[in-house]
């Protein structure tokens, strides 16, 4: 299907919704704005059930075919909550809350969902259920695992599930995307150390944290270096460490070390914590200290479906053709439909955003040209993979 004329029809009303969206943004759990716009829409669309406060704030809408033989359902994804940064540049739907700002185009994925549920509620060409789900905090709050917690795909009966992430660098209307892990998961860690302080002047009095601190970090980088298969990929970054104290004569008795864990190996995800323990024990009993290490779980290895990212495939094709459709390598950041992709099979494909600024960026916006290629998507992996009758 390439761009259908109704779907190109849509493209500007769609892409002020984005703009309005992008002018409210609102972060984490707390998109009840952006979530009442959305299921407003979605009413009027005429979809068949329009469901509120699923994972807090999320919304789902089912649409149903012209007919339900195969008694089947696809859910299809898209991500509302905003970053807590401030925006600049000079764009006339720029953000109007302070501190916010939709610098990762989830305005864009929002308005082509909705674009895409008026036309599958308009045409309703399929034999089945399409189950569009927009969920709040991805950006760090794991609105997806909320909303699977909340039984969103045993009560939608969903039996795939499908999601546009746009991506800055790659043309406009080129769709990219790869079987297996495609993001790494994202996991955090915090280490507190313990010793003896006292003068600087006298320091075989103390237990020098500053000097457990030190050969702390430098030992943690051999978890990635001589732990982990050079074959697989993994991050362990030291982003943070500090001492309790400030003073030039003091020998500090606390410290805390910070930092990100991440890789595409769920088993190399499992190693790395055992390692950093067993490291961190090791580093204080030599120099006669101690140490309480937390982890804070994010999100999983985003893995697509090989089955699934072959449909995926196939829509993309349909919109696009051979040429606009690539292999993306993978890439280290996070996203957490990882939750949704371990509930049911499905993929994750990325839609080209042009030359714009990079996601996150204060300058970042997403392409409105992107919108009828989205839409189009969208709308092609519920007309093939549930055919009419």
């Known amino acids: 299907m390439p761009v259908k004329n109704r779907i190109a029809d849509l493209h500007e009303e769609v892409a002020a919704w984005r703009r309005d969206i992008h002018e409210n943004p609102e972060i984490l759990y707390e998109t009840h704005r952006t979530s009442a716009l959305v299921a407003e829409k979605l009413r009027g669309f005429g979809c068949d059930e329009v469901v509120t406060g ?18 089947r359902a696809i859910g299809l994804r898209a991500d509302m909550d905003a970053l807590p940064m401030q925006e600049q540049g000079d764009l006339p739907h720029a953000s ?5 700002m939709h610098a990762c185009g989830h305005d864009g994925h929002t308005a082509m969902l909705l674009g895409a549920a008026k036309y599958l509620a308009e045409t309703r060409n399929f034999d089945g259920s399409a189950v569009v789900i927009f969920q709040p905090a991805e950006e760090g709050g794991n609105g997806a695992e909320a909303m699977c917690k909340d039984g969103l795909m045993e009560r939608f009966g969903i039996d795939e599930v499908y999601a546009i992430h746009n991506a800055p660098g790659i043309p406009v209307g080129t769709f990219a995307l790869r079987a297996g892990p495609i993001l790494a998961s994202v996991d955090e860690f915090t280490i507190h150390l313990q010793g003896r302080g006292g003068h600087a002047a006298k320091p075989q009095e103390t237990l020098d944290t500053t000097v457990m601190l030190s050969h702390l970090i430098c030992a943690l980088q051999t978890v990635v270096s001589r732990n982990i298969d050079p074959v697989l990929q ?18 500090p008795d606390r410290a805390e070390i910070r930092g990100t864990i991440r890789t595409h190996s769920p088993e190399v995800r499992a190693l790395i914590p055992k390692r950093l323990r067993a490291i961190t024990k090791g580093v204080t009993d030599t120099f006669g200290g101690a140490a309480e290490v937390e982890f804070h779980l994010g999100v999983p290895v985003t893995i697509n479906d090989a089955t699934a990212a072959e449909h995926a495939q196939a829509a993309a094709l349909s919109v696009a053709g051979a040429a606009n459709c690539i292999e993306i ?26 030359s714009s600024a990079g996601l996150h960026h204060p300058e970042y916006d997403f392409n409105d040209e992107a919108i009828p290629f989205g839409i189009s998507w969208f709308a092609e992996m519920i007309e093939q993979r549930m055919p009419a009758s």
């Open 234 to 251: 993994g991050v362990l970054s030291v982003t943070s460490a500090e001492t309790s104290s400030r003073a030039f004569n003091v020998i």
């Open 96 to 100: 109007k809350i302070p501190g916010a």
């Open 329 to 354: 390598p993978l890439g280290m950041g996070g996203e957490d439909f990882s939750f949704m992709l371990e509930a049911r099979p499905g993929a994750m494909v990325r839609l080209g955003n042009g």
């Open 54 to 71: 699923i994972g807090r704030t999320g919304v789902v809408a089912v649409i149903r075919g012209k007919s339900d033989t195969q008694g």
